[in-house]
């Protein structure tokens, strides 16, 4: 009987994307298994001051909330060879005190500190789940990328040497920098009972190294129910909602990564000021990432598009409210369609009924996820998006919107039902 659960890889509620999946996770799991205590684990540091902020939605949730195996080594988000240094003599110690807890636990329960705590959660574990999500990955073959790989991994590695059932529930596998990478990640993996990957990329990745107990299973936001919310959309008049989503992504694969961004922001306001014009439409920005990497978030480019439409004389909207996953769903139920950058909002306009057009920006897990709704021929590149082919997609989904939809509607609720289903395969 599973009486105890440890969901791994917590991140921020700011993240509306990731929330989803945490929230979605503890939904399917608390309702799997009714009497189980639930721990997530957090990859932020409990010291860290915005550490409840990044959990204030789901420590909603009747569930515990700590900091995790080898979180990350930094507090907040400015970076310099001082804050590298703190990160480093950081990232030292929790390796001390998680060994020390691992191999000689009385020892680590007078030295062992936070990472004890993490450790004897995980020992008293009848499972440990490894929640959806794309963070199994490298970009860069350097020190801060290996580090970030290798760090994400352990606490795959602590559950194994506990001797715990582990589950990877909804993830995408990569992409990485080199071979070796793909390599380290799937001599990991291994460790797994099960690995249920969210689209086939992933599963094809892992089946070549001979990974085994390997299945496809929807994105874990699909399992989000929805929530009616109130919103007074300024200047709307009687004009339907086009929902728009961004990434203030940094283009670090092009030769010239402004004009990449540059080029990404032009066609996508070509569409959007089309769109009110040819299809009476009123643009909705929703922001879906508003925690700071590297000190951008997707607000620094919605606020960026919202003064060259203004400059344009396009009326428009931001919406400023900090809503939950099911909220979320709400909220794009008032959209007519989604012109969605972020996979997840993709995700959640889909759970609402409600039609996407998406712009795919980090490997393949876009793509994998339309392709799954059936909808793999509204997918446009982010390094190559052509603002008259995105109006074209527009013009196609309003003209066969009730066909459409309907289309969401049900492979959404199969996609959900999908889920449900493997979830009886926890406790064998």
């Known amino acids: ?11 921020s509620d700011s993240n509306k994307g990731d929330l989803a999946i945490t ?3 503890v ?7 009714q009497e189980a205590e639930i721990t997530l684990m957090s990859t932020f540091r409990v010291n860290d001051p915005d550490f409840w902020f990044h959990n204030r939605k789901m420590k909603e949730n009747d569930i515990d909330i700590i900091q995790g195996i080898l979180p990350t080594p930094y507090i907040g988000s400015n970076t310099s060879f001082i804050i590298n240094l703190l990160a480093a003599a950081r990232l030292f110690k929790d390796i001390i005190q998680l060994k020390t807890s691992l191999s000689i636990p009385f020892l680590g329960k007078l030295v062992g500190g936070k990472q004890h705590l993490a450790v004897s959660t995980m020992r008293k574990a009848d499972l440990v789940v490894v929640k959806g999500g794309q963070f199994i990955y490298n970009d860069k073959e350097d ?8 760090r994400t991994l352990q606490p795959i590695k602590v559950a194994h040497q506990l001797n715990k059932k582990i589950i990877i529930f909804g993830q995408s596998v990569g992409g990485f920098a080199t071979i070796k990478s793909e390599k380290i990640a799937a001599k990991y993996l291994k460790l797994c009972d099960k690995i249920l990957v969210r689209e086939k990329l992933s599963y094809d990745l892992l089946a070549k190294y001979n990974v085994k107990n390997l299945e496809l299973i929807p994105d874990t936001a699909f399992y989000i129910d929805k929530k009616d919310v109130e919103i007074n959309l300024n200047n709307k008049e009687d004009k339907d909602v086009l929902g728009i989503t961004v990434v203030n992504w940094n283009f670090a694969e092009s030769n010239n990564p402004e004009e990449a961004k540059e080029q ?5 306001i070509y569409a959007i000021e089309e769109s009110t014009v040819k299809h009476n439409l009123f643009p909705v920005f929703i ?18 598009i919202s ?16 809503y939950s996953s099911s909220e979320m769903v ?8 989604l012109i969605g950058t972020r996979l997840h909002s993709c995700i959640l306009a889909a759970v609402a009924g409600t039609p996407v057009i998406a712009i795919r920006y980090q490997g393949f897990k876009t793509q994998g996820v339309m392709n799954m709704l059936g909808f793999g021929h509204f997918v446009h590149d982010i390094h190559y998006l052509d603002g008259q082919k995105l109006l074209e997609d527009v013009g196609s989904v309003l003209k066969e919107y009730i066909l459409i939809k309907n289309k969401v509607i049900n492979k959404s609720e199969d996609l959900k039902k999908e889920i449900e289903q493997r979830l009886n395969d926890f406790n064998k």
């Open 23 to 25: 929230q979605a996770t």
């Open 307 to 322: 003064v060259k439409l203004n400059e344009k004389g396009i009326k428009h909207y931001i919406v400023k409210e900090d």
């Open 330 to 337: 709400g909220l794009y139920s008032k959209c007519k369609l």
């Open 264 to 268: 990404y922001v032009s066609n996508l």
């Open 143 to 150: 020190l801060r990328g290996d580090l970030f790989l290798w």
């Open 287 to 304: 922001p879906q990432v508003t925690v700071r990497h590297h000190g951008k978030s997707d607000l620094d480019l919605i606020n960026l």
């Open 1 to 11: 009987m599973i009486k105890n659960i440890v969901i791994t890889h917590g991140y």
């Open 27 to 33: 939904d399917a799991l608390s309702g799997r298994f």
